[in-house]
């Protein structure tokens, strides 16, 4: 069984930085595909940045591109989302999620999320 706990939100500043961090736990192969998706009120959830639990293809939405860094801690069995330079349209919800059937597959994995919330 996959169990997925985030950590890392909060409320920050405009143009501030946060890590958001992934704690996974149960089997785990280099096919599964991991993701970062967001949610914010009134909003459809939409997907951030994904990356392959081997570690290759990290993969950024245009609204992540430059700003966020997704990776992976294999031994940790921890993935994480550094964020920089953010702003009040990247309040939101953030889940962790979990692809058996890699990184463009269905994430059937969830966490319940971490809050981050960017005051302008």
């Known amino acids: 069984q996959v169990q997925l706990i985030e950590s890392g939100g909060g409320l920050v500043q405009a143009g501030a930085s946060l890590r958001l961090a992934c704690a996974a736990s149960?089997?785990?192969?280099?096919?599964?595909?991991m993701g970062w998706f967001r949610q914010a009120p009134g909003k459809e959830r939409e997907l951030v940045a994904k990356?392959?639990?081997?570690?290759?293809?990290?993969y950024y939405t245009d609204a992540a591109k430059g700003r966020f860094t997704i990776s992976r801690d294999l031994v940790k069995k921890m993935v994480y989302l550094q964020m920089a330079s953010l702003t009040p349209e990247d309040t939101a919800t953030y889940y962790c999620?979990?692809?058996?059937?890699?990184?463009?597959?269905?994430?059937?994995?969830w966490g319940h999320g971490t809050q981050v919330t960017v005051s302008s």
């Open positions: 999620a979990a692809s058996p059937t890699g990184l463009f597959g269905d994430y059937h994995y």
């Open positions: 990356i392959s639990w081997s570690g290759g293809n990290p």
């Open positions: 149960g089997d785990f192969f280099t096919t599964y595909g």
